[in-house]
């Protein structure tokens, strides 16, 4: 069982302040999340999404909230962090995250991951690790990569624009994908949660894959974050018995054109020690532009 230190070390702000520079945003805030997400289009995807979303600074799922640092006296939004089943920091270095870890403590309710730039994820991940709150893999080094232009391999014309007759497919090589990335099934805890997400992103257009005649997938990937500027490709996956034919290059490269039909760039983040997806993705034509994080618990 998790224990959660009683001691005053978790105040997000020193000792002989008033002033909390930590606060829940709230619909009056909206505008300066907007400006503050803007200043990395890339990095900042996810919660860009969000907000366009729910139009808000206000997050629409419950127990969800978007935490704010605020500095200049409480006037100005210097950094953010989402805080709901995923805690994702926002143009935090690792000072402001410490503040957020500092809260999040404070207000604990378990959560899936913290993901987002190497810094803050870290700082706050060490955070919770003083709170004697424990991960369960640590992913410390995960090269951020963008795509612009056009792919340099040729695209394979198999793959497509997933549909929903082919949801119960789809929806076996995602959980696939998931046991084989994180080590457990997303299944555990109860199905209907997975089954809504794959069925919204097919439904939305942000499913990509190729079916045999017969019905099995032989590639899927998804757009997990889309806004105007930027997507945000996940859930890349092969079928175990399509692998070493040297089939991904030309699929990725499909995936590339199908993304930019929402945002002209296409981005993704992917283990340091995956050394062999990452020259798939440079063989394509991606960019390192950062470096990401991920804690799992």
Partial sequence: MTRLSRVAPWLPFPKGTHH??????????????RALVARDRVANVFVDSLINENNSAV???????M??????DGVRLAAACWVGSN?????????????????????WQPHASIFGP?????ALMDVLRNAGIHAQEIRANQPLLTISGPPLVEPSPSLAVSQSGQFSEILVAAAAMFEEEVGYSPFLGGEGNYRRRVAWLINHGYSFSHNEPRGDVIFKADL???TRYATQVQGVWMNPAYR?????????????????????????????????????YERVGFEQVGTFATVLF
Avoid: K
């Fill in 224 to 226: 997990g974050a889309v």
């Fill in 87 to 107: 805690i994702v920091p926002i143009e935090a270095d690792a000072e402001r995250a410490t503040c957020f870890g500092h809260w999040i403590v404070a207000h």
């Fill in 244 to 280: 070493s034919q040297g089939l991904s290059a030309g699929y990725m490269a499909a995936v590339v054109l199908l993304a930019q039909n929402h945002a002209p760039v296409t981005s993704l983040y992917v283990n340091d020690y995956n050394i062999r997806a990452r020259a798939l």
């Fill in 118 to 122: 190497a810094e803050p994820t870290l």
């Fill in 67 to 72: 935490l704010g640092f605020f500095e200049d």
């Fill in 20 to 33: 909390d520079p930590v606060r829940v945003l709230a619909h009056r805030d909206t505008d300066a999340l």
């Fill in 59 to 65: 997050p629409q799922s419950p127990g969800s909230v």
